[in-house]
């Protein structure tokens, strides 16, 4: 597994099985949070890099959606950590195999029932802040999709939101995407938060995407003949 620190507060573990994984570790004041849970493979890498940290013990899981290569090393970190696992609520009957994903003929359970719980929200549904991350729900890769902003260091980690090509944005992997329309609306809060450095589950981190935005929404629309205004509209 490949470490690297990529900000002040954050790591990012990065392994390789046809593609590359990604799962990044957030130091809070008083412990640490992970975002994403890899492939099952990375769990002991996971768990020897958090242990050597010194920075206090595990203290929560969140999760940008519940696809398997994404959940893949819960089960090995929760043995050895008993911590909270946090979702966006509209991800857990997909993943608990309730329902099946849309597009996907069958329902598959990724965890078991009660392991995962919702992310607060106010009434309005917006997420609340957990630590030191703003959770942003983006559906459109998957119902739940979740970014995670860490306004201090300006860093967001986008999961499955993007893949990147040459240092910019990219679609999402179509074959796992159920709506590139709503993947690309959702892709506009790159354009809110301005982030300097995004983070990407499937491929290289892209600086400063704000600056190549209307690009990417421009290119992927184009290849995937969505209207414009359905994608500026509410
Ligand atoms: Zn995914
Ligand atoms: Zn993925």
């Known amino acids: 597994m490949e470490i690297k620190q990529i ?43 958090i242990n050597g940290m010194d920075a206090g013990p595990l203290k929560r899981i969140v999760l940008t959606h519940g696809h ?50 919702p992310l607060m929200e106010d009434e309005a549904g917006n997420l609340n802040k957990i630590d030191s991350l703003e959770p942003y729900w983006t559906p459109g890769h998957a119902p739940g999709h979740v970014v995670y902003y860490h306004p201090e260091d300006g860093v967001l980690l986008a999961g499955d939101l993007f893949t990147s090509k040459n240092g910019k944005l990219y679609r999402p992997m179509p074959m796992f995407t159920y709506d590139m329309e709503e993947a690309v609306r959702s892709s506009r809060i790159v354009g809110e938060l301005k982030p300097k450095r995004l983070e990407i589950c499937h491929g290289k981190a892209v600086l400063n995407p704000a600056d190549h935005l209307d690009q990417y929404i421009e290119n992927t629309s184009n290849t995937y003949s969505i209207k414009e205004e359905n994608v500026y509209k509410g």
């Open 7 to 49: 900000s002040e507060h954050i790591w990012s573990l990065k392994t390789w099985m046809i593609v590359p994984f990604h799962v990044w570790v957030v130091k809070e004041e008083d412990g640490v949070t992970l975002v994403d849970a890899g492939i099952g493979k990375m769990g002991k890498g996971i768990l020897k890099f």
């Open 68 to 117: 398997p290569d994404h959940v893949g090393a819960l089960k090995a970190i929760l043995k050895e950590n008993e911590v909270p696992v946090y979702v966006h609520k509209a991800e857990i009957p997909y993943m608990e195999g309730k329902k099946a994903y849309p597009g996907r003929k069958k329902p598959s359970a990724n965890v078991t029932e009660h392991l995962v719980q």
